[in-house]
C-alpha cells in the first residue's frame, strides 16, 4: 500500500524566502509528526498533530516554523524567511493511533538547502 | 525522557549474526524499548518494539535484560541491506508521543 509521502523531495531557497513543505500520511492514520535531521544528526522532534489539532509544538525551533493540518490528512510545514540554519533533512511521519507501543511510518523526507 | 546509550559504530561480516547494543539504565516500568534503523538516504524504518519480554519479527530479534536496564537487538544473518544507523528509543507512557532518537549505532557490513 502506499506509504508517507513527502514534496518537494529537495528544496532550494534563497536566504530570506519562505517555503512550504507537504507530507501525505498513510491513509486513515491519526497521528502526524515532523522532525528535523541535520547533516550527521538523529532526527529531531519539531511538532505533532492529532486528527487536525496541534496538541505539541514544543520542538519548532523559532516563531519563522509553522505547521498545520486543516482537515486532519495532509499536512504543510512552512518556513519563513529562511536562514542558513534551517538547512536539514525535514521528515514526516505518521502512525494510527499513538501510544507507547505504535508504530511510527515515515516519509523519505524533503531536503532543504538555504543558500 | 530516559535516556539511551548505544556505541557509535560496529562493523560485521555479511551473512553473520550481529548484536547491537543499547542500554537504559533510568528506564522507568511503562517505557517500551523502541528500535528503528535509517537506511542511506531514507527515512527511518520501524524495527521491533518490547517491554518486559524477548521480541521476534521477521526482521530482528529484541532481547530484553531481566532488570530492562539494556537490550540488545540482533540480526539473525546479515546482509548489505542491513547497512545503517540503528536507533534504540524509549517510548513513554501516553502522552508523550514523540520519538526521542540520539545519534545511534552506525553499522557497517563487510562483503
Known amino acids: 500500500g502506499a506509504g508517507v509521502s513527502q514534496s518537494p523531495r529537495y528544496k532550494v531557497a534563497k536566504r530570506g524566502q519562505d517555503v512550504a513543505l507537504r507530507c501525505d500520511p498513510i491513509s486513515g492514520h491519526v497521528s502526524l509528526f515532523w522532525y528535523q535531521q541535520a547533516l550527521g544528526q538523529g532526527p529531531e522532534f519539531l511538532t505533532y498533530f492529532q486528527n487536525e489539532a496541534q496538541l505539541d509544538k514544543s520542538g519548532l525551533p523559532s516563531d519563522r516554523f509553522f505547521a498545520e493540518r486543516p482537515e486532519g490528512s495532509v499536512s504543510t510545514l512552512k518556513i519563513q524567511r529562511t536562514q542558513q540554519e534551517d538547512s536539514a533533512v525535514y521528515l514526516c511521519?505518521?502512525?494510527?493511533?499513538?501510544?507507547?507501543?505504535?508504530?511510527?511510518?515515515f516519509g523519505p523526507g524533503t531536503r532543504l538547502t538555504v543558500l | 525522557d530516559a535516556k539511551t546509550t548505544q556505541p557509535n559504530s560496529m562493523e560485521s561480516n555479511e551473512e553473520e549474526p550481529v548484536h547491537l547494543p543499547c542500554n537504559h539504565s533510568?528506564?522507568?516500568?511503562?517505557?517500551?524499548i523502541h528500535w528503528y534503523r535509517q537506511l542511506p538516504s531514507q527515512g527511518p524504518e520501524y524495527v521491533i518494539h518490547?517491554?518486559?519480554s524477548n521480541v521476534n519479527n521477521r526482521m530482528a530479534s529484541l532481547a530484553i535484560a531481566e532488570d530492562r536496564k539494556s537490550s540488545t537487538l540482533i540480526l539473525h544473518r546479515a546482509t548489505l541491506r542491513d547497512a545503517a544507523v540503528y536507533y534504540c528509543i524509549l517510548r513513554v507512557s501516553f502522552g508523550n508521543e514523540k520519538l526521542t532518537f540520539g545519534t545511534g549505532t552506525r553499522l557497517t557490513i563487510i562483503p
Open positions: 518490547g517491554l518486559t
Open positions: 511521519a505518521s502512525s494510527s493511533a499513538g501510544g507507547p507501543g505504535d508504530t511510527q511510518y
Open positions: 533510568t528506564i522507568s516500568g511503562t517505557d517500551y
